[in-house]
């Protein structure tokens, strides 16, 4: 019990899942914004606007910098970590995205892909994957706000 307890006491802890969760649920109202229509999918997706990834970990690495100092192990650790999650968003993962959607052209789309899905068992890739620079962008800009928020409200 005293772990939970310390878990629902990690003020930092819970407003990273909180930048996290909140950012998939803008996904959704961005999509409605622009598609006019519900896409309850992307709550739990990858990809899109904001950068869930990047809205959790630059929440994490902000208090951890406000509550143990900029120069602490623990900063240092969290901004290198979120520096990592952030190029991958950018880079790897998008050209995975990109790759995805030829792979599902080739497939869905050519008359070879269509023989080989015939002896081959392939399911169409995900595609949203990795985000735009934009979308990393309004990630880090939200979980700023998280991150400046709890500051002012919560963190001691």
């Known amino acids: 019990m005293k772990v939970i307890n310390e878990?629902?006491?990690?003020?930092?802890?819970?407003?990273?899942?909180?930048?996290?969760?909140?950012?998939?649920?803008?996904?959704?109202?961005?999509?409605?914004?622009?598609?006019?229509?519900w896409d309850w999918q992307l709550l739990i997706s990858t990809g899109g606007r904001p950068s869930s990834h990047t809205a959790t970990v630059t929440t994490l690495t902000v208090l951890l910098g406000a509550k143990y100092g900029f120069n602490s192990p623990y900063f240092t650790i969290a901004f290198v970590f979120s520096s990592i999650v952030i190029v991958d968003a950018l880079s790897v993962r998008k050209e995975v995205g990109k790759h995805a959607e030829l792979l599902n052209e080739f497939f869905f789309e050519t008359s070879i892909g269509k023989r080989l899905r015939d002896i081959l068992e392939v399911e169409a890739f995900k595609e949203l994957i990795g985000h735009s620079f934009i979308e990393v962008l309004m990630g880090f800009l939200f979980g700023l706000l998280v991150g400046v928020v709890d500051i002012v409200w919560f963190l001691k």
């Open 7 to 37: 878990i629902l006491e990690n003020n930092i802890l819970i407003a990273s899942i909180i930048s996290n969760i909140s950012a998939q649920f803008l996904k959704v109202i961005f999509s409605y914004i622009i598609e006019k229509k």
